[in-house]
T-cell receptor, first 113, second 113 residues
Framework: DTGVSQNPRHKITKRGQNVTFRCDPI?????LYWYRQTLGQGPEFLTY????????KSRLLSDRFSAERPKGSFSTLEIQRTEQGDSAMYLC???????????FGEGSRLTVL | GENVEQHPSTLSVQEGDSAVIKCTYS??????FPWYKQELGKRPQLIID?????GEKKDQRIAVTLNKTAKHFSLHITETQPEDSAVYFC????????????FGTGTQLKVEL
């Protein structure tokens, strides 16, 4: 399967713990995006990378959130000191530069107790 | 930034009927408008897209229309089938900001037998 893969698929954690999600994009895509989706809502943009450079961060992304794409391939999204409001599906997508299709992963569902 | 509104939030049709979902966008610089289908627990998948230099695009039972002057676009599904039941999201991209997509809030389509 050469699609976008994310892991873990599900993560349950206690409030205050740190969590990290990983995304492996389609290999030839140099753009990588993180989105957050809550129940009954559309995906909300969090941040994106072109190769290893993080070029934009949403105002939604508090400083408890950090994302990296160290070698321009896979990316990680870390949430520190999790809060119950962080419970959501975290979606990763990849694509080529220029307006066009984004290919989404299956997502990583976070539940903060 | 871009704001995308989507209506209706739920839509129930009889098998074989047509379904129409409408979206409006705010940023006149937006030039790419995809529609994604998301089945329960699955990733969003592109079903059709349209660019701002085109007014209408068809792909079998699915069509999308774009009115740039009014800043709205619509998804039309004809001869609906039970497998069309899913959540549909419209989105818009201005090309700037890394071509990130701004999504609508989704329409839950239910096709009844």
């Amino acid at each position: 399967d050469t699609g976008v893969s994310q892991n873990p698929r599900h993560k349950i954690t206690k409030r205050g713990q740190n969590v990290t999600f990983r995304c492996d994009p389609i290999s030839e895509h140099n753009r990588l995006y993180w989105y957050r989706q809550t129940l009954g809502q559309g995906p909300e943009f969090l941040t994106y990378f072109q190769n290893e450079a993080q070029l934009e961060k949403s105002r939604l992304l508090s400083d408890r959130f950090s994302a990296e794409r160290p070698k321009g391939s896979f990316s990680t999204l870390e949430i520190q000191r999790t809060e119950q409001g962080d419970s959501a599906m975290y979606l990763c997508a990849s694509g080529y530069p220029g307006p066009g299709e984004l290919f989404f992963g299956e997502g990583s569902r976070l539940t903060v107790l | 930034g871009e704001n995308v509104e989507q209506h209706p939030s739920t839509l129930s049709v009889q098998e074989g009927d047509s379904a129409v979902i409408k979206c409006t966008y705010s940023d006149s610089a937006s030039n790419y408008f995809p529609w994604y289908k998301q089945e329960l627990g699955k990733r969003p998948q592109l079903i059709i897209d349209i660019r701002s230099n085109v007014g209408e695009k068809k792909d079998q039972r699915i069509a999308v229309t774009l009115n740039k002057t009014a800043k709205h676009f619509s998804l039309h599904i004809t001869e609906t089938q039970p497998e069309d039941s899913a959540v549909y999201f419209c989105a818009a991209s201005s090309g700037g900001g890394g071509n990130k997509l701004t999504f609508g809030t989704g329409t839950q389509l239910k096709v009844e037998l």
